[in-house]
Each structure stands twice: as structure tokens, then as C-alpha cells.
């Protein structure tokens, strides 16, 4: 069942550092990269990596960095006919600090990410229609993801939301429209005005959501796992201890693998235990893609 990742990509230009320079203050980094990255593309990437057929509808600048990240797409076998270059305008950048705890803050230039409009998302209707999943973020202009959620109504595509980055104007009616609804804490918190400080924190404003309509709520907990709530559902995933290095992408790598063993098996909880190991892999090597496993590595440490 082919897989419609509707989202962002970006560069991403990644510092490594022991401490965050204060107002004024230059620090140097103890190391530097620069990835392919981009919510979309990440969980497009992870998903194709692990043998999903995966379309890619997004859109890039005619600069080095477009022609780099479809390059990138071609060589992990996506379909990328609907991958737009908007001419004069930029490919989206994410400047990243990543410290010593593994933990990541993230500062977003979204370029050519914000020209993926309705009317180009209008241009890929018929290859959405041959999908079995439409996944979403929220890196693009938010008038196309409701864009993308009603057409997948009309066509009784299922759909998931991964509320990332959290924007408050998100319209919770749409989001009510989506079969699986994925935020971390922070964005759960975010988009609630909830504590998530605690396991219980978390849930109630997870409960929150479910009682205003959302049917499948999965919040990923980094370290402490996956929580799955749906009505008369409760069920905590946790994930294996390790040594984290860079948890930038981990998010995206959980999706990638959640959409790809559920639209092979159906099975929604099975599914979310891979993507919890999954994205739990990830953050022991550093970058985003780059950290993602093939399918063959990731049996491997699932299995052990
Ligand atoms: O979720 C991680 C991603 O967020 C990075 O790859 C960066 O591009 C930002 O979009």
C-alpha cells in the first residue's frame, strides 16, 4: 500500500555543542554537519528505508540544496513526481544545536516549504488517490494541510497528523478528521494550554483531545516511550534503555516506521512498539536521515 508523506523538506546545518552560548556570548561547537532534513521528508525517508513505497509531495528552491534533497529522495527509491522547485525562492533550513544531553533546539527558515500550496497540492490528486495513507505535518502552510485532510475525507483515505511544529491556530476541528493524531509532550501541552509534566499529565490532556472528537491519539515520550489513547484505549509503550547521542529526528523516525508496519499489518499497537524501537535506534547515532536504519539493521536490534 503506496504511503503520501505531504510535508516539509529542509537542510538542516547542525552544531554540536557542550553548552547553549548565552545573549551575546560566542561559544565554539565541538562539531558540525549538514543533513537532509525536514518533518516531511524525514518521515517519508524513515518509511522508505524500511521498504515502504513512499510519494513524496513537497516542494524545494531552484538552489543547490533542492537539487541535493531530490537527489537524496531518488536515491532512497520515492516516488517523486510531485516534488515541486518553486523557482526564486530558497529550499528550507533548520539551524540546529545539539547538546550534550542528546537534547536539540531547532531554528526554522521554511523557504520554499511555505509555497506548497492548495493549488499544487490540487496537482497531485491523482496520485494521492492510489495511496493508502496520507501523512501530514505542520511545516507547510496550514491552509494546505486542510486542504489534504478534506480531499482524504472525500476519497476515505486515512490520515495522520503529526501536530509539528504545535501551532496554536490549529483547527482541532480538522484535526478531528484525522484517524491518528501523533504529538510529543511538548506539543500536547502546546496545543492543550495542559501540563504534560507527568505520565497523568499527559494523558489528561490527551483525554482532552479525545473528548472533543480526536479518535487515535499516539504522544510520543522520547526516552519514556509511547502513549496510545483512544476511546476505551489506554495502553503505554515503553522503549529500551540506551545511550542517547542526537535525538534530532526521533519523532519523525517513529512515524516513518509507524506508517509503514501499519499499512502493511493494520495492527495499530504492534506497530507502535517498532516505531517506539525504532526511534529509540535513532538517537544513538547522530543527524536526522542519517540515523535512520534500514530495514535489515533495525530487525536486527528489535530482535535482540
Ligand atoms: O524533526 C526534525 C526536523 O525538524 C529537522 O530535520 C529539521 O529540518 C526540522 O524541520
Redesign the pocket.
Known sequence: MKIAVIG?T?I?VVSYIDKIPAGGETRAAQNFHTAH???GA?QAVAAAKLGADVLMVTAVGDDMFGKGALENFKRNNMDTSRVNVVEGVATGV?T?IVEASGQNR?L?YKGANDKLTPELLAQAEDDLKNCGLIVLQL?IPLETVYAAIDFANENKIPILLNPAPAVKELSIEMACKCDFFVPNETELGILTDMPVGSREEVKAAAASLLAKGLKNIIVTLGSKGALWLANDIEEYVPTRKVQAVDS??A??SFIGCFVEHYTESGDILASIKRASQYATLSVTKKG?QDSYATADEFEKFFSA
Open positions: 516539509s529542509n538542516d532534513g525536514g518533518k524525514n533548520a540546529i531547532i526554522l511545516e534530532t529526528g519523532g519523525d536526522t
